[in-house]
């Protein structure tokens, strides 16, 4: 009993000696789980908080609305409009089979579109929307709205879209939006920033070069959403803000009647400015409708585009390099005034064709000009004049004159990506670029823009512009901005050495269109307030064999694609010149004939326009 | 002669069973079976569903179940102490046998009125049948080779019944808990130490022969941000959840995580979660506080008894409580890999509440009999 006592003393000291021991542990156990607790809860709370608001609340980004484009006086070039659409929530329709083909019938979907939309509903979650129609005319729009109550589940939308109202007028200035692509996405941060599926970005043309401005920011929506991403309740609506709108310095009549003269023809029409910069008219044909591409093209219009030989898809007033042909003699001239080489009184006798380093160069005029100075040959166009101030000059003073002018390099600088430098060589460049020597004779064919020369037309039509205000230097430009005020032009840098040169040469230009002989004599005006100046072009597309020569071909007797570009530049009004411009048209075979009477139209629009132009600048209409 | 004096007024009528009761543990764990209602109610979105209707019918029945046993003499459960074990083992190999299988593990048989998990029974009982075979032994022969390898395997024997189910959690579960026994019993110190050196030599190896989805739980344990939505989803979650609580919580019926449905088994072992993301920091420690009043009362329980039973099988059953608290918080904290283990009388879940009751039973009969001695 006493063993038995003392040895339940020893089990009792022994057990609550451990108990001790675990009772101890279990309060520093328990610390470590408070700690932990109020680390958690305390003070990384503000962490694990905005942690749950990301698990519990998701945003839906909504398509921004794009900024506009208008036109100098405020008309829309591009605009918005409210697309028709027609929205199915699968997993709200009690009977999805039934709606969809009720669907089908009502829409008159074909086959092809209507697995389109079958496809789409797999590949989508039951509660997300499935856009059934993106486009519906107003007829099966409101055929819809009168079917509802036996379409349970589908919701008629309406959702802004991009409308280019001027159809091909504006295609290659404007450009056009379509679906972003992945690239847009990369390539461009505002788009990244905004994406939402189904969202258009510009593609080409002003559209994508302002993607940042036109853009806007999406509305946002705030959903809470459960674990699987089903929306619970709306917590929040943002409206967006909607893209900047770009007015133009674009005369909507004159692009109008550009395109109307450019009809069935491939060519480009460009008309600026001469003091500001500012550019009135900018076409290109043959154009295509931008409004093909909002939606996405159909096959059918997308090979018709594609595979025309008149190539609408290339930008000619951008990226078109022709050779200028006559158009460049005015350079020439005063290349040769500036450096002294030639003066007024300095002459030359044409008998048709000369004799240069063991070469025949041909005048267009086989009788020749006989003794000619330099005005008379600028009227007449006489290529064995220029031949010899050419011979004289030496094509790299011609070059340093020529890229004064803007001619050899991009006019818009970035604004474009797909514009053209076109190419005013020199000896150093042919070394360079292709490691031979120059030779004289190249020298000479470049004096009459033939050769290696090649300028885009609106290089021309800036070329003609600086000529036109007295040579002095000038910004082209197409957006009114506050950056780009019409400044006066005593603020300019003159890009002559004399400026009497630059009279010479607008006198002997005015020659060409307004005295008897001039080349384009028969497109003048003779009423003052219209009266033009211009120089008429036409650029070889191959060179002409000694037979062809012979046979003097009219101009419909040579196939389309070997005539020659016919091309045009001009100023005006005469005698207090305001705006100039460039007219090419490919293949037109003669510069006089085909180009300088599409000049005549135009000036008598612009010049009409130019009052209504000049009020809206004197009320200071700059608000965007 | 005075021992016989006190064993003929040992017996103790109604009404003085009545007021040895230990009303604080009592007040306590009904204070705890409503808390673990109001969280039910919050886990089934606001509404009184399946879960708190069935949560609280167990309690209601195993509370009952609870005061009943207080009043049966704390000498029947020393005397059915080995016949209990031997039921549950039997019960494990009927689970081995016939047991249904859900989520890939065989865990629960069919008992025709209650489907019973018997591993869960086992972590309380294997502290009654271990305690029953410490009671009458000399302490120096708890050191004995005998009384080792026997303690052993009684251990041994139901964890690998549940090993196999597979549940490994509830195993090491049921390890702790006769682990705890012996500890009490007074097993020498160093073969504790021996047994923990071991297990640190040999885990490289245990790991070797984990299953595929018991490695991954270590894996993601160790870094759940590697593979945020699938393996590492629930600890995010849980934490998520808990961080988010703050000091005051969310508030009742307003935890967001939970009832979007981004936590996991939030009627299971992640209730606690829950709770704390709806009661933040303050009711967490609330929580806890009344936990440890609990576990107190247990281990005061034990003190105060005269029988060297009552009082290893309160202090092992405390601290097997003990170790299921914070197993269960430490996991849904991120301290542990998830191992499922129930939080007690919080968790959703029959058998684990009885198991729970069952042992407060017990230990309120120690408490009402605490003269009570066990020849």
């Known amino acids: 009993m006493i063993n038995s006592s003392s040895d339940n003393v020893k089990k009792l000291n022994s057990i609550n000696r451990r108990m001790f021991i675990t009772g101890s ?68 329709v009690e009977d999805f089979r039934y709606v969809i083909y009720r669907l089908k019938d009502l829409l008159e979907l074909s086959d092809t579109e209507f697995k389109k939309v079958l496809k789409k509903k797999n590949e989508i979650k039951p509660w997300e929307t499935l856009i059934v129609s993106d486009n519906l005319s107003w007829q099966k729009f409101s055929k819809i709205n009168n079917h509802l109550y036996d379409l349970n589940g589908v919701k008629p939308v309406i959702s802004i879209s991009r409308n280019y109202p001027f159809k091909e007028n504006f295609t290659h200035l404007v450009g ?90 491939a060519g480009s029409i460009c008309v600026m400015d001469i003091y500001t910069g500012a550019v009135i008219a900018m076409h290109s044909s043959p154009s295509f409708d931008p409004n093909l591409f909002v939606f996405g093209i159909s096959q059918d219009d997308w090979q018709l585009i594609r595979n025309d030989p008149m190539k609408p898809l290339v930008n000619k007033t951008l990226q078109g390099n022709y050779s200028p042909g006559s158009t460049i003699k005015p350079i020439v001239a005063l290349s040769a005034l500036e450096n002294g080489i030639v003066n007024t009184s300095f002459t030359v006798r044409c008998t048709g064709k000369t004799e240069m380093y063991g070469q025949t160069y041909h005048c267009w005029k086989k009788k020749g000009h006989g003794y000619v100075s330099l005005r008379n040959a600028m009227k007449q166009s006489c290529d064995t004049y220029f031949y010899e101030v050419a011979r004289k000059l030496g094509v790299d003073k011609l070059s340093e004159t020529a890229k004064k002018f803007g001619l ?118 003779d009423n003052p307030k219209y009266q033009f100046a211009g120089k008429t072009g036409t650029a070889q597309v191959k060179k002409i064999t000694e037979e062809e020569r012979e046979l003097d071909l009219k101009t419909f007797q040579i196939p389309y694609e070997q005539r020659d570009h016919a091309l045009y530049v001009a100023f005006g009004p005469y005698k207090n010149p305001r705006y100039a411009l460039s007219v090419i048209v490919e293949h037109g075979g003669n510069g006089s004939t085909t180009a300088a009477p599409m000049a005549t139209k135009l000036f008598k629009l612009i010049i009409d326009r130019h009052k209504i132009r000049e009020s809206l600048r004197n009320k200071k209409y700059l608000e965007i | 002669m005075y021992q016989h004096t006190r064993l003929t007024t040992n017996r103790l009528g109604f009404f003085q069973k009545f007021r040895n009761f230990d009303y604080i543990l009592l007040v306590c764990i009904l204070l705890l079976g409503f808390i673990s209602l109001a969280t039910m109610y919050s886990t089934d979105g606001g509404e009184i569903k399946f879960h708190t209707k069935s949560h609280f019918t167990k309690l209601a029945v195993f509370t009952l179940m609870m005061l009943v046993m207080s009043f049966i003499n704390i000498k029947y459960w020393f005397s059915i102490g080995y016949l209990a074990y031997v039921a549950v083992v039997g019960l494990l190999v009927g689970t081995y046998l016939f047991g249904i299988t859900s989520s890939g593990s065989q865990r629960w048989i069919n008992l025709y009125f209650i489907n019973l998990q018997p591993s869960e029974l086992m972590k309380i009982f294997i502290i009654v049948c271990l305690a029953k075979f410490f009671h009458r032994m000399k302490l120096e022969n708890v050191n004995s080779i005998y009384t080792i390898l026997t303690s052993l395997i009684i251990i041994l024997l139901p964890m690998g019944l549940v090993i196999v189910q597979p549940d490994l959690g509830t195993a090491v579960l049921i390890a702790i808990s006769g682990i705890a026994v012996l500890w009490f019993a007074g097993i020498n110190y160093k073969y504790f130490i021996y047994t923990i050196l071991g297990f640190i030599i040999s885990l490289p190896f245990v790991i070797a022969f984990l299953k595929p989805y018991q490695k991954l739980r270590v894996l993601t344990f160790l870094n759940p941000d590697k593979d945020p939505l699938g393996a590492g989803y629930q600890i995010i ?100 890999p998830i191992v499922g283990s129930p939080l007690p009388i919080m968790s959703y879940g029959g058998s684990s509440m009885l198991a729970t009751m069952i042992g407060f039973g017990i230990v309120m009969s120690a408490r009402v009999h605490n003269q009570q001695l066990i020849a």
């Open chain 2, 237 to 336: 979650q849980s934490k998520i959840a808990v961080g988010s609580g703050g000091i005051f919580g969310k508030g009742f019926l307003k935890g967001t995580q939970s009832y979007l449905e981004f936590l996991p088994e939030k009627h299971t072992d992640f209730i606690f979660t829950l709770f704390s993301e709806e009661f933040g920091f303050v009711g967490s420690a609330i929580l806890l506080v009344i936990y440890a009043i609990i576990i107190y009362r247990i281990v005061a329980i034990g003190a105060s008894s005269r029988s060297y039973f009552a009082k290893i099988f309160c202090y092992s059953f405390g601290a097997a409580i003990f170790v299921f608290i914070t197993i269960n918080m430490s996991m849904v904290l991120g301290l542990l």
């Open chain 1, 408 to 525: 050899g390099e991009k006019v818009f600088g970035d604004l474009f990506d797909i514009e053209k430098k076109g190419l005013i060589p020199n000896t150093q460049w042919k070394k360079n670029a292709l490691g031979k020597g120059w030779l004289l004779g190249e020298t000479i064919i470049t004096g009459i823009g033939q050769g290696y020369i090649q300028t885009t037309p609106i290089q021309l039509c800036l070329m003609t512009a600086q000529i036109a205000n007295g040579g002095y230097k000038i910004y082209p430009h197409l957006v009114v901005d506050d950056k780009v005020k019409d400044q006066p032009i005593d603020k300019f840098t003159p890009l002559y050495k004399n400026s009497k040169n630059i009279k010479i040469v607008q006198d002997a230009i005015f020659g060409s269109t307004n005295e008897v002989m001039g080349t384009s004599y028969r497109s003048r005006i």
């Open chain 1, 176 to 265: 056009y939006v379509s679906q972003a692509n992945q690239d847009d996405i990369e390539s461009t941060q505002a788009i990244k920033k905004n994406f939402v599926p189904g969202l258009k970005v510009g593609k080409v043309g002003l559209e994508k070069t302002f993607e940042e401005k036109l853009i806007g920011t999406n509305d946002i929506e705030r959903y809470e959403v459960n674990a699987y991403g089903r929306r619970i309740s709306q917590l929040e609506f943002q409206k967006g803000e909607k893209g900047k709108t770009l007015r133009l310095t674009i005369d909507t009549e004159v692009q109008k009647l550009a395109n109307e003269l450019l009809k069935d023809q």
């Open chain 1, 25 to 92: 542990l279990k309060f520093f156990v328990m610390i470590g789980i408070v700690s932990r607790l109020f680390f958690l809860q305390v003070k990384e709370n503000k962490k694990y908080l905005t942690l749950s608001d990301k698990n519990r609340i998701r945003e839906w980004k909504l398509a921004p609305v794009r900024g506009e484009f208008h036109d100098y006086f405020g008309n829309v070039i591009a605009g918005n409009f409210e697309a028709y659409q027609l929205h199915v929530i699968p997993e709200q």
